[in-house]
């Protein structure tokens, strides 16, 4: 199935490029969506590896109980204690 651009302006943006890159406009717009998605994907590795690492600390610094029992965390009436 092809791909439809109807907006003229990105019509003339990836032409221009294409013509700029000395290729075609498919290639102008294949490189720039693996592009796109490598950003994506190393964008999305390095907030998991921030998430790792903040696991590890508390895992470190946790001095809590080590259970899956939370009542701890809510006062004698159910709420949060906050």
Known sequence: MPLVI?????????EDLAKRKRTTVD??????LERE???LDAE???????????QAR???EWRGP??????FLYDEKGDPIL
Do not use: G
């Open 6 to 14: 109807d907006d003229d302006e990105l019509t003339a943006l990836a």
């Open 27 to 32: 290639e102008v717009v294949r490189l720039a």
């Open 37 to 39: 998605a490598r950003d």
């Open 44 to 54: 999305f590795e390095a907030v998991w590896r921030d998430v790792k690492d903040m």
């Open 58 to 60: 508390v895992r470190a």
């Open 66 to 71: 080590i259970t899956s029992n939370h009542d």
